[in-house]
């Protein structure tokens, strides 16, 4: 077939299914996908300890799944594992340097032996702090990237192989709406959950055009302010009339869209579902009149920075 004859097949094709998807994604608006069993899976959730990992374990203490705790922190996670017992569940409990590549290594062998393959990933651990740029120490800035950024290349290259070979799995990141738009005085924590946000998006291109063809899904978790010592320990946010576009989310609630989302094999979650708004807003709004929207926002939501 002439090669002007094979573009027009290809095109014509390609509208197809583009018509196909469209169809389907305002379909999928009222009738959604059905979720998918967890039972069987070994599921491995970085961050375990607290916060919203805390929530996501208590999420999947009765789903049948095998679950791998993995935090810093060693009292608290193992006392989390207990509970899990408790209620029924197969869990275990590593203490993990998740910067620490050879630490990951190590562990990620033991949980091998002890758990079996991890066949779903939740990269769910990170750390946050609000200094201007000019600011912000070097070790916080390294220290966030390690945290945020690089433990997910360090777990996502020693799970993923095994993925691949077994042909199926599914990753999970927790970015941030702060990973889609921009915020003052995060700047290095949004450039964190920004390059979280793009490795996915990168990461699930390169799957679908793998030459084993793995069915891997993706899903990228986007909260806004959440209910958490990691962002209460540090700030303070002063009441104003604009104190109410300041929505802080409880953590139970985010944890339970993200367990949603993965059942759904949702590829982004954003966490409320109403916050994707602000998404579209950066693409359509013009830039003068955004940095205007955020000038006035900013005279009227003092922050208040504890022990700084």
């Not at 029924?88 to 562990?107: E, L, M, N, P």
């Not at 998404?279 to 013009?286: K, T």
């Not at 009149?289 to 926002?297: A, D, E, S, V």
Request: proline fraction near 5%; charge should be positive; aromatic fraction near 8%.
């Amino acid at each position: 077939m002439p090669d002007f004859l094979q573009t027009l097949v290809d095109i014509l094709l390609l509208l197809g299914y583009a018509l196909y998807t469209y169809v389907e994604a305002l379909y999928r608006l009222f009738v959604p996908i059905q979720p998918k069993s967890l039972a069987g899976e070994v599921i491995l959730i970085t961050g375990s300890a607290g916060g919203i990992g805390k929530r996501i374990c208590a999420q999947l203490a009765s789903s049948g799944a095998t679950l791998v705790c993995w935090d810093y922190v060693k009292k608290e996670n193992d006392q989390l594992v207990k509970e899990l017992k408790q209620q029924g569940a197969r869990a275990f409990s590593y203490q993990v340097d998740i910067t620490d590549i050879d630490q990951v290594k190590t562990v990620a062998a033991q949980v091998r032996r002890d758990a079996g393959d991890v066949s779903i990933l939740i990269n769910n651990a990170g750390v946050c702090d609000f200094f201007q740029t000019v600011e912000q120490p070097r070790e916080i800035i390294e220290r966030m990237f390690k945290v945020n950024v690089l433990s997910n290349f360090w777990t996502i290259q020693e799970f993923l192989p095994k993925m691949i070979e077994n042909r199926r799995g599914h990753l999970v990141a927790t970015s941030s709406m702060a990973g889609l738009v921009g915020i003052p005085g995060l700047t290095a924590y949004s450039s964190s959950k920004f390059a979280v946000t793009g490795y996915m998006d990168a990461l699930k291109k390169e799957m679908a055009v793998h030459p084993s063809k793995p069915d891997i899904k993706f899903t990228t978790i986007h909260p806004v302010i959440v209910n958490t010592p990691m962002y209460y320990d540090m700030v303070e946010l002063q009441p104003s009339r604009y104190s109410r576009l300041n929505k802080v989310i409880e953590p139970e609630y985010v944890a339970k869209l993200i367990v949603d989302g993965i059942k759904q094999n949702k590829t982004r979650v954003c966490c409320p579902p109403s916050a994707s708004g602000l998404r579209l807003a950066e693409c359509l709004v013009p830039d003068k009149l955004l940095m205007k929207l955020f000038q006035i926002y900013d005279q009227n939501n003092k922050v208040t920075l504890k022990n700084k």
